[in-house]
Structures are given as C-alpha cells and as structure tokens.
C-alpha cells in the first residue's frame, strides 16, 4: 500500500499534482508493477497528501466541499487506475465517492479496479505519527466534519450500506484497535469483506513500550493482530506485516 510525501511546493488548492503526468506516485506504481507484475498496489486516494489546505475535501471559506471534491478525486483515481493501480483506497470520507469512482473507472474500462472504501474512519488521536511523516495535518481546522464521531458506532452501519450500495468490493474501518467492536459490528451486518486498518499511533505505543523492555514485542504484536482478526476482520493492514511474517516463518 502507497503513500505520497510531498514537498509543499508540489501542493495546491485543488491537488493538481495528484493526476499530473510527471507525478512521483503514479511513477512509482508503473515501475513497480513493470519489476513486480505479481503484487497487488493498493492507493490512496484523497486530497490531503496534495491539498496546500491539508483537507482530504475541496476547502472554500473554511467549509468542505463535498461534492465539488468529486471530480478531483476522479481524476485522481483514474490517473492511479491508469498506472496500474488494483485497488483503490479513498480514504477522504466525502459522501457518493464510491459510486463517483466507480463511474468514473467503468466509463474508462477500468472495471477490474477494486475499491476497498474507508467506511468507518474515524476522527482518532492514533493518526498523529502518519500524518507528522506525510506533513499532511490540515493547515486549520480539523477533519471532524467528515470523519466520524468516535463516540457513534451506529453511522459505521449507514457509511458500510451506503459504500456497499455504491459499488465498494470491502470495507474498512480505522483505527482498528480502539474499534474492535465497530469490526464486529460491521463483520456481522455487511455482505462483502471487511478489513481493519492497525494505524501508525496504535504501532508507535507497541514499538515505544518495547523499545523501553516493557512488553515482549512479538508476544504483544501477535496478540494486537489475533485480536483483529477474532473481531472479525478479513484482512489487516498493519505496521507490523513484515515482523509477523517473519514471527510466522520461525
């Protein structure tokens, strides 16, 4: 799964760089699948990472734009699709993304482009180590107005029917160790897979608190992990992939 890091000099108001021809990312991903055809990418797609604002939303006198952000998304995703994305990941919250970028995909016969949709993101404290490597925290504000409240389990249900209904081949909720009941939730109520999204606050405790000798790191990382999985999740998207594989190999 890839992540951008960009100099603020390549950020604008509306993330034209995030479609640009000479874009790093999309770059990165051609190259990649030229030497690697077998793996499977995994982007990102939001305004965020390109957005001079730090929104993952079109900004306009301090509101979002909901549905002015769409067709920057679009370009953005197809831009991906075009490079040799195979999923796509919006992760910006905006409501009809998923039925915008599926449109957009089929219209241009990307029909085998999958969309794992951020369902159930929160607004959460654990993104902190993320977004201070990307330097992609908002420039004022913060992203409460469409990330969700950490207090509502309930709206999870509504965003997954809403995704599922738009096209969304999985769903996703993040964080995933503050939320194992929102995985449950949604493992017990929706009819397509479900992931959970181990984000970089919840890894930066386990590898602080190991770091000091506090915890056994491999006992804690396999139990963290095992405990998604018992939630119900599909799949885990996690800091601790490579350790785990290697802790299963031994």
């Known amino acids: 799964m890839l992540f951008p890091a960009l100099p603020d000099a390549l950020k604008d108001a509306t993330a034209t760089y995030s479609y640009a021809e000479d874009n790093f990312y999309l770059e990165a991903i051609r190259t990649i699948k030229t030497h690697f055809p077998e793996i499977v990418l995994m982007s990102d797609v939001a305004m965020d990472p390109y957005s001079s604002d730090g929104h993952d939303g079109l900004v306009s006198e301090g509101k979002i734009l909901n549905d002015e952000t769409l067709p920057i998304l679009g370009k953005m995703a197809l831009a991906q699709a075009q490079a040799g994305i195979d999923i796509l990941g919006p992760s910006d919250m905006m409501d009809g993304r998923i039925a915008y970028l599926r449109n957009v995909l089929d219209a241009a016969s990307f029909t085998d482009v999958s969309i794992m949709a951020y369902t159930a993101k929160y607004a959460s404290a654990f993104y902190g180590p993320f977004r201070d490597a990307l330097n992609s925290a908002p420039k004022y504000g913060d992203k409460k107005t469409y990330q969700m409240n950490p207090a509502n389990r309930r709206e999870a249900l509504l965003e997954a029917q809403l995704d599922i209904e738009e096209g969304a081949d999985f769903i996703m909720v993040k964080p995933a160790l503050a939320y194992l009941d929102v995985i449950a939730y949604l493992k017990e109520t929706s009819s397509v897979p ?24 491999e006992s804690i990382v ?21 350790d785990f594989a290697n802790f299963l190999k031994k």
Do not use: P, Q
């Not at 602080?208 to 000798?213: I, R, S, T």
């Not at 095992?226 to 601790?240: D, E, K, T, V």
């Open 194 to 217: 479900v992931t959970a999204y181990n984000v970089s606050g919840e890894c930066a405790m386990v590898y602080a608190a190991a770091d000091k000798g506090w915890i056994d790191y």
């Open 222 to 242: 396999s139990e963290i992990l095992l405990s998604m999985r018992r939630a119900g999740a599909n799949g885990i998207l996690s800091y601790f992939a490579k």
